[in-house]
């Protein structure tokens, strides 16, 4: 089924300006008495055989997953549902959604290792919450050739197929912070086209 999604497809404000804003103050704790928890993460990625490495640390949040929802849910899911609605595409199951936040440091970016979310077929959307560097790096098969990379964007987001082995790389400018969703589509074949 997800085979026959394209590789992937990039798009920028699909997500209504004041959503974008509210996200973006929400995760960087710009509210009185309204902002996201974020949690110590030794590894961003969640790959347990990985070696120690000081760029996959940064910080993070699950929002919804397995016997997990969390009191900002509906805040954090509406993006997604923007997004798939104007791309035509219907969720069958929504796996998990997490919020990440890799912390600028150094001068230069560091790409983490490359990884796919799922051990089985799914999508994955990544919402990008505020302009940045720490592009997000997609690979072609084996890991080591990169096929296309996602510089962070306030508004932006790319949809993939969850097959893709992909990576973060660290941020010198300021904070990067991002959506991950994990779902199943209902639709064999959604009509979106590559934004390059």
């Known amino acids: 089924m997800i085979k026959k999604y394209l590789p992937y ?6 997500v209504p300006l ?11 704790c710009q509210y009185k008495n309204y902002h996201l928890p974020l949690h110590y993460r030794n590894n961003i990625t969640g790959l347990k055989n990985s070696k120690k490495n000081p760029f996959e640390e940064g ?5 919804y997953g397995k016997n997990n929802k969390h009191q900002h849910a509906g805040l954090f899911l509406s993006p997604l549902y923007s997004i798939t609605e104007k791309l035509n ?7 998990n959604v997490r919020v990440f936040m890799l912390i600028a440091k150094g001068n230069k970016n560091i790409t983490t290792y490359p990884h796919t979310d799922l051990p089985f077929p799914h999508l994955v959307c990544l919402y990008y919450i505020n302009d940045t560097d720490g592009d997000t790096v997609l690979y072609g098969k084996g890991k080591k050739e990169e096929i296309y990379r996602v510089t962070p964007k306030k508004g932006r987001c790319i949809i993939f197929d969850g097959g893709i082995y992909h ?7 300021a904070n990067r912070a991002i959506i991950n969703y994990n779902f199943f589509p209902m639709e064999d074949k959604p009509q979106f086209e590559i934004n390059k």
């Open 18 to 28: 004041d959503l974008q804003d509210k996200l973006l103050n929400t995760v960087f």
């Open 59 to 63: 910080f993070g949040e699950t929002i």
């Open 9 to 14: 497809s990039i798009h920028d404000d699909l």
């Open 89 to 95: 595409i219907t969720i069958w199951e929504l796996y």
């Open 167 to 173: 990576a973060s790389s660290t941020p010198t400018l």
